[in-house]
């Protein structure tokens, strides 16, 4: 009787790295410069219509190993002592930041003082954006307020400022929760569900 190889443990799964042709970076950056979208955002597309044409099994397997992964790095994150880390915006703009999404967040800046986003802010936020049952406008800008965003509702109805949405929503999408990619001239963000289990 065989036996069935033992599955790795996720804590020790890494990120993998993707090497591209000169060929393959320069027609990504052509992309990019066309679609007016960072490299990321065109690759992270191009992966999920990849995934998208697999058979049902193996897109189960990617989602279940693809939420491993994310699992193992959040629990890493939530283990350190507090120390700064960096993301970047959907623009592609780093920033630097301690907490997580659990705890709430503090988001430092160059000449001035660091904003607070508590962890009931970002669960408002993260209500907003699951409740329009697909995509909305994103609308970090304060002034206007975008018509019809997030930005403006989570400013109408809980006296959020929209630059929250800024820092939040890169860190949700990093912890696959939410996609954000750019439509024109409007960023563009909306709810990850699950897929539904098969039976």
Wanted: net charge positive; proline share 7%.
């Amino acid at each position: 009787m065989s036996q069935t190889p033992e599955q790795p443990d996720p804590r020790s799964l890494r990120p993998v790295a993707v090497s591209l042709s000169l060929d393959a970076k320069l027609k990504l950056d052509a992309l990019s410069t066309m679609l007016q979208q960072p490299n990321s955002t065109i690759l992270e597309r191009a992966i999920s219509t990849f995934v998208g044409s697999l058979t049902d099994a193996d897109q189960e397997l990617v989602e279940s190993l693809a939420m491993r992964a994310r699992q193992s790095l959040f629990q890493q994150s939530a283990a350190s002592d507090g120390s700064i880390l960096t993301s970047n915006t959907v623009t592609g703009k780093d920033f630097r930041f301690r907490g997580s999404l659990d705890d709430g967040l503090e988001v430092f800046f160059e000449n001035s003082q660091p904003l607070r986003v508590t962890r009931e802010s970002i669960d408002l936020i993260r209500k907003e954006i699951e409740s329009r049952k697909g995509p909305a406008l994103m609308g970090a800008n304060f002034s206007p307020l975008v018509p019809n965003s997030i930005g403006e509702a989570i400013q109408r109805k809980h006296k959020l400022t929209p630059i929250n949405l800024s820092y939040v929503v890169p860190l949700m999408r990093e912890r696959g929760l939410v996609r954000a990619y750019k439509e024109g001239r409007n960023w563009i963000v909306e709810a990850i569900t699950a897929p539904p289990r098969k039976s």
